[in-house]
């Protein structure tokens, strides 16, 4: 009963946020062009990329760790296990920042064919960022069964990102697609600390020698997830990357309108 019940409370909640998703690419159409689309997706698919290769895995192997210590009731150590995520997060946060801006000119060849794009490219740092930390507090809420609010976070998600990137799209256009992205990513890493934080307050031990060690546990859990979560953004970069060589940035976009 459990079971069927949350099945179908976030299939409600998943076909509304296909639904947003489905608009926002019809208004983006009508402000950007195909063009605009395009390269919107190639930028979602660099800081995905990215994002996958700097995570760590800690977004998918903290829920274990946190979800067996909750299940035994123990509060003080739900709240350490917490603050260890929190603290690899931004860790890993850092080290996408550090990997957007070191691949950017590799990037830029590949995506482009040349290396114009560097600066777009390193603009795009502070959305691995937001998603390194936005994927700890996820986890934090699925390991502590807070699945209505994971529901309403998806769909809150999707109305901030529509209602924060149009505006931008309007009056700058292209040149809006980076600040958009920027604070649409910052929008939702915020709804998402707004539905964790009231639960567990916000801490992190940047230079804790116990939390770095406490934190291995989780990376080796990760491993095959991040090496999975590469080879499947890989594949999808290079897709478009290879669209954009061969087509146009237009193809891109008729391709990234036929995915979603």
């Not at 998600?157 to 924060?164: I, K, N, P, R, V």
Request: charged share 10%; hydrophobic share 55%; proline share 3%.
């Amino acid at each position: 009963k459990h079971i069927i019940k949350y099945t179908g409370f976030f299939f409600f909640f998943q076909l509304l946020t296909i639904l947003v998703s489905v608009i926002r690419n019809k208004l983006a159409v009508m402000l950007l062009s195909k063009a605009g689309i395009g390269l919107t997706a190639l930028y979602n698919n660099m800081t995905g990329f990215l994002s996958s290769t700097s995570n760590m895995g800690v977004s998918f192997s903290s829920i274990k760790h946190i979800s067996e210590v909750f299940e035994e009731g123990d509060e003080q150590l739900v709240e350490q296990h917490v603050e260890v995520v929190r603290t690899w997060s931004v860790w890993t946060a850092l080290l996408g920042v550090l990997l957007t801006v070191l691949f950017s000119p590799i990037i830029s060849w590949f995506a482009f064919d040349d290396l114009d794009h560097i600066v777009p490219i390193c603009c795009l740092s502070p959305i691995v960022a937001f998603m390194a930390v936005t994927g700890g507090e996820l986890a934090i809420l699925k390991a502590v069964r807070r699945l209505h609010r994971v529901a309403l976070i998806s769909i809150m998600g999707a109305l901030f990102t529509l209602l924060l990137t149009i505006p931008f799209y309007y009056f700058l256009g292209i040149n809006g697609i980076i600040p958009a992205l920027n604070i649409s990513t910052l929008a939702v890493m915020v709804v998402h600390l707004s539905f964790s934080l009231p639960i567990f307050p916000w801490h992190v031990s940047l230079f804790s020698r116990k939390h770095f060690q406490s934190g291995w546990s989780l990376i080796r859990l990760g491993i095959p997830y991040i090496m999975a979560g590469i080879i499947n953004t890989l594949s999808v970069m290079g897709i478009t990357f290879f669209i954009n060589r061969v087509g146009s940035i237009n193809d891109v976009g008729l391709y990234s309108m036929g995915f979603t």
